[in-house]
T-cell receptor, first 114, second 114 residues
Framework: DQQVKQNSPSLSVQEGRISILNCDYT??????FLWYKKYPAEGPTFLIS?????DKNEDGRFTVFLNKSAKHLSLHIVPSQPGDSAVYFC?????????????FGKGTKLSVKP | EAGVVQSPRYKIIEKKQPVAFWCNPI?????LYWYLQNLGQGPELLIR????????DSQLPKDRFSAERLKGVDSTLKIQPAELGDSAVYLC????????????FGPGTRLLVL
């Protein structure tokens, strides 16, 4: 059973518009969430993270929102640029204790069209 | 600061042959991870090291996979013998000591078993 789900395999957005990538999780123990971006033939690159004590974290054009009650997080990219075209992975973990491994979703492929 | 280094980038072998992957983490990062990424999936953890100790190898298929991190710096992941189903991307990541720290990924080794 997948603990982290990205239900949209792909998303296409026009340049300059907002991209919204969604992620759902089932394990209520997760308390730290990350987004990674991956270009073809490269490893995932860390983008932005959020702790469960917050509901929003912003870094430039990227904002992550966390809704703990719904076990849902989203990544907003505004404005979207063609260079943002990549696969985006959502990941979750539990800080502390014996489990510190990242659990990844399957990814969403974002295409930003000029 | 240099990133996570992996070699080789690509490897093609015949089934039943052995293969080894090498990883050098970011300087000062005590925790090292090996992930497996199949096509269309997110990375899945194989093994996690804190310094030279393997603290989580529960997902490592120990009948054919082995790993070592003898001096607590670089690491080698080995498959012997390789099977057709082992064709995937093998990713190495590192982070500072402690769970919850952001993991930084190398470019990966793409393995094809014929």
């Amino acid at each position: 059973d997948q603990q982290v789900k990205q239900n949209s395999p792909s998303l296409s957005v026009q340049e300059g518009r907002i991209s919204i990538l969604n992620c759902d999780y089932t394990n209520s123990m997760f308390d730290y969430f990350l987004w990674y971006k991956k270009y073809p033939a490269e490893g995932p690159t860390f983008l932005i993270s959020i702790s469960s004590i917050k509901d929003k974290n912003e870094d430039g054009r990227f904002t992550v929102f966390l809704n703990k009650s719904a076990k849902h997080l989203s990544l907003h990219i505004v404005p979207s640029q063609p260079g943002d075209s990549a696969v985006y992975f959502c990941a979750a973990t539990i800080v502390g204790g014996s489990q510190g491994n990242l659990i990844f979703g399957k990814g969403t492929k974002l295409s930003v069209k000029p | 600061e240099a990133g996570v280094v992996q070699s080789p980038r690509y490897k093609i072998i015949e089934k039943k042959q052995p293969v080894a992957f090498w990883c050098n983490p970011i300087s000062g990062h005590n925790t090292l991870y090996w992930y497996l990424q199949n096509l269309g999936q997110g990375p899945e953890l194989l093994i996690r090291y804190e310094n030279e100790e393997a603290v989580d190898d529960s997902q490592l298929p120990k009948d054919r996979f082995s790993a070592e991190r003898l001096k607590g710096v670089d690491s080698t992941l080995k498959i012997q013998p390789a099977e057709l189903g082992d064709s995937a991307v093998y990713l190495c990541a590192s982070s500072r000591l402690g769970v919850g720290e952001t993991q930084y990924f190398g470019p990966g080794t793409r393995l094809l078993v014929l």
